[in-house]
């Protein structure tokens, strides 16, 4: 096994933690022990975790071209993953149990989800950074952009309650990410 295959290994055990914890959680909420109020902007986004879980795997794939490795861009990836995850854990919880409101739920976690998603865009930006200028600009404008914009939103709905934001921007998320796959990583290899 070379390293990349190490790395896309540890990488597949912690997005499948995520997926299997997100999965589950729903399950949960379709078939729970004790009634659950279902609240739509939780459920889409748990739609748009489950649409960046599976884009991340898939986007894993491309780390096969990489021969050598540092430790820098290795922590940068596994850190990402584990955000991932995090942000997995935060919005979805392991058990119901007495969280059988699901709209309270969210808004109660709502710093901490959002404040995730906003380190992720700075993680992001270092991990491309790392890859180097050169990389960091070949990704256009929209690349940078895209991440602003994320972090301004998540920095956002961490302080505001307002439904039709948290509804407007998971929306505005799903339908971006969607674009954003299909137009820059529909093929690998």
């Known amino acids: 096994m070379g390293i ?21 959680g729903a399950a949960e909420i379709v078939q729970p022990a004790r009634p659950v109020r279902t609240y739509w902007v939780h459920t889409a986004w748990m739609i748009y975790l ?3 879980l599976i884009h991340f795997w898939w986007w894993e794939f491309g780390l096969m071209r990489i021969q050598s490795w540092t430790f820098l861009p290795y922590a940068f990836v596994i850190f990402f993953a584990v955000l991932l995850y995090f942000l997995v854990a935060l919005l979805v919880p392991q058990h119901l149990g007495d969280r059988a409101d699901l709209k309270e739920y969210f808004f109660a976690r709502r710093t ?12 992001d930006f270092g991990d491309t950074l790392v890859k180097g200028w050169a990389y960091f600009r070949g ?22 309650r307002k ?22 990583f529909n093929r690998v290899g």
């Open 112 to 123: 901490w989800f959002f404040g995730t998603m906003a380190a992720i865009q700075l993680v």
């Open 4 to 24: 990349s295959e190490y790395i896309l290994a540890l990488m597949s055990i912690v997005v499948g933690l995520a997926m299997t914890q997100l999965l589950s």
């Open 163 to 184: 439904e039709w934001y948290h509804g407007f921007m998971v929306l505005l998320l799903i339908a971006y990410q969607a674009l954003w796959i299909m137009r820059h």
């Open 139 to 160: 990704l256009g404008p929209e690349y940078p952009a895209r991440n602003l914009a994320i972090l301004v939103l998540s920095l956002v709905a961490m302080r505001t």
């Open 50 to 52: 489950f649409v960046t």
